[in-house]
């Protein structure tokens, strides 16, 4: 896929979840930055399990937080990475994923839900264990970080065959 399609991917991911998350009732909201229902709040700093943007309320629409205060000049919490380039990152990172098995990304709402919370409770699993004295370097933090492979590993589900 070229960056074109890929973008246009995260966004027909993202209209597809946000139409699921408004339909049932959910209060969780699409990361801006991989498109995936992610984020508890918008806007308030939430970093994504999925794509590790940062939300500082940069979107389609919308200008970073940070932009608001006046005469600051401040560089965001996602440094010199662009919403764009995040998007086409990540969207990268999947289709490699897609690749390995074969597959394509899940789009199945309540599942990609169900998934992204498991492995949340994998990372807070890990985080109950740390004790703010770890090096960046020890494994716990080794651990933690492959919990986000493996959670975008697992957003990836093998191809439906067409059986007609």
């Known amino acids: 896929m070229n960056d074109t399609e890929i973008l246009a991917a995260f966004h027909a991911r993202r209209a597809h979840y946000n139409v699921y998350l408004e339909a049932n009732g959910i209060q ?4 801006p930055g991989c498109g995936f229902p992610t984020l508890i709040e918008r806007g308030e700093f939430y970093i994504c399990s999925i794509c590790d943007w940062e939300d500082d309320g940069q979107d389609d629409n919308a200008r970073s937080l940070l932009d608001e205060l006046p005469g600051i000049k401040i560089s965001g919490p996602n440094g010199n990475l662009s919403l764009t380039e995040n998007r086409i990152n990540i969207g990268r ?3 490699i994923n897609a690749e390995l098995i074969d597959g394509e990304i899940d789009l199945d709402a309540a599942r990609v839900l169900r998934t992204i919370a498991f492995y949340q409770q994998r990372r807070d699993e890990i985080e109950e264990r740390m004790t703010g004295e770890e090096h960046v370097n ?6 933690w970080k492959e919990v986000r492979k ?4 697992a957003l990836v589900v093998p191809k439906v065959s067409d059986m007609n």
């Open 28 to 31: 969780v909201h699409t990361c």
């Open 93 to 95: 990172i999947m289709e």
């Open 138 to 143: 020890d494994h716990i933090w080794m651990e």
């Open 150 to 153: 493996d959670l975008q590993m």
